[in-house]
């Protein structure tokens, strides 16, 4: 049974309580696993924090770091570390130092027994709401075996749970201290993992409600742990009327069979130079005529370089940003994870309210990735599927490697993610560099399958009429026939053409 949004305990992480949906479920035990560095305690004092903050008490079992180096590090991030109540079970020097000479106790050697009364009675003496003990693994060390290990566990985490607690307890796994046996005593486990596209959180084992499901990015920054959930495509409200989004330029349109329909996912894909990001710009222009807002992503572009060039073929991109209608943000592919990028995405879309949006170009997007081709495809799919699920028009610029020669729709095999492609092209013809432009793939509605002489001039773009004396167009090095092709007069219903009686 799922546990009301009310009634959880946040983890005061915003990211982090979304993987959740919506926090912890009070008066259970939760785990933290991970590697050294990876964040156990900075999200044990996130958890402690959002307590005070809500008028709650917190209490911090420390059980191995020193104290005020704890306090200090916690301090520094801006928790506030004389609200929180800490119990400070460390080891001392004094346990290792007797008369200047330095002498190492087996686990056996400890008294236990002192060490419990001290916890029972912090515990007691403050009657906390939330606790966090860092790090559990630690009194592995000074119990005997195993056995005595989960036993003393185990009576830790009952005794809390009566004292009505919601707990959060860090683990290390490391070879020789296994924790997968300490699921049994949680209700919910939270996995910190460094991957090579970045550090992940993930929630393997969650009692009493559903969790998003997959590896989550998250980051450390100097306020803390940033959470970043894995895009969730969601469901369509009602039917989407599949209304036109004219590109301003008729040729184009024509091409389009009007425009392009809104809500779907179009890919403009083309050799280097070709005029892909120009076109898809053209897009925005046209939208932003109707008060409509663009956000184009730059994932291999300045912002600046793209500023002067779509100024220089008479797209009002200065008017465009005063006004509102246009948002360009520059993205460093190797600095950002594809959550975190999902994440800028949809604050675009649901906090700024973004009609179009534009990722230029796939390969740069496909770097925060680090070359997972898989998961490069599943991101993009989920991403096309979150903007198309919320009414918004998607452009993906893809670039294929060869200038000329042979013909290839995308580089990076997401044909089938797209409801549309346009296709850009270079032609050698009498040994003059041209363009062309045509449709390859439109869902919604016909198109004219024609392809068109493509210019960019200091007025903008103008599109031919169908190259229709050129043959091999798609190879990138044309022949021009002398003639127009012939075509078979239109026949009246029910009559047989003389070339098809004489065939037979």
Known sequence: MSTPLAERASTGIAGLDEVLSGGLVPERSYMVRGQAGSGKTMLGFHYLQQGIDEGETALFINLEEDIRDLKENAAALGFDTDAIEFLDLSPSADVFVDDDSYEVFEAAEVEREPLTEKIVDGVTAVDPDRVVVDPLTQLRFLLSDDYQFRKQVVGFMRFLKDQEVTVLFTVQNTPSLPTD???????????????????????????????????????????????????????????????????????????????IERGTVTIVSGPTGVGKTTLSTQFMKEAAGRGERSVIYL?????????????????????????????????????????????????????????????????????????????????????????????????????????????????????????????????????????????????????????????????????????????????????????????????????RSRRRDADE
């Open 181 to 259: 046996d300490l699921e049994f005593i949680t209700d919910g486990t939270i996995q910190l993992d460094a991957a090579e596209y970045g550090k992940t959180v993930r929630v393997p084992k969650f009692r009493g409600s559903s969790t998003q499901s997959g590896d989550h990015a998250y980051r450390i920054t100097d306020a803390g742990i940033e959470v970043y959930p894995a895009l969730q495509p969601g469901t369509r409200d009602g039917t989407l009327e599949f209304e036109q989004i004219s590109s301003g330029i008729p040729e184009v349109d024509e091409l389009l069979h009007g425009g």
């Open 299 to 495: 994932f291999e572009e300045n912002r600046e370089t793209f500023l002067a060039r779509s100024r220089a073929v008479n797209i009002p991109v200065d008017e465009m940003l005063a006004k509102g209608t246009l948002q360009v943000t520059e993205v460093e592919a190797l600095e950002r994870s594809p959550q975190e990028f999902a994440r800028m995405v949809r604050d675009e879309v649901e906090e700024e309210g973004a009609d179009i949006v534009m990722i230029d170009g796939i390969s740069g997007y496909r770097l925060t990735l680090r070359g997972d081709e898989e998961q490069m495809l599943q991101q993009m799919h989920a991403l096309g599927r979150y903007l198309k699920n919320a009414g918004v028009t998607g452009i993906f610029v893809d670039e294929t490697r060869n200038v000329t020669g042979e013909f290839h729709a995308t580089m990076e095999n997401i044909s089938y993610l797209a409801d549309n492609i346009v296709f850009l092209r270079h032609l050698e013809v009498g040994g003059e560099l041209r363009k062309a432009i045509g449709v390859l793939k439109k869902r919604t509605s016909d198109f004219e399958r024609t392809i068109r002489e493509f210019r960019i001039t200091e007025h903008g773009i103008t599109v031919g009429e169908p190259m229709s004396r050129l043959r091999g167009i798609l190879s990138g090095t044309p022949e021009i026939v002398d003639r127009e092709p012939e075509r078979e007069p239109e026949r009246e219903p029910g009559r």
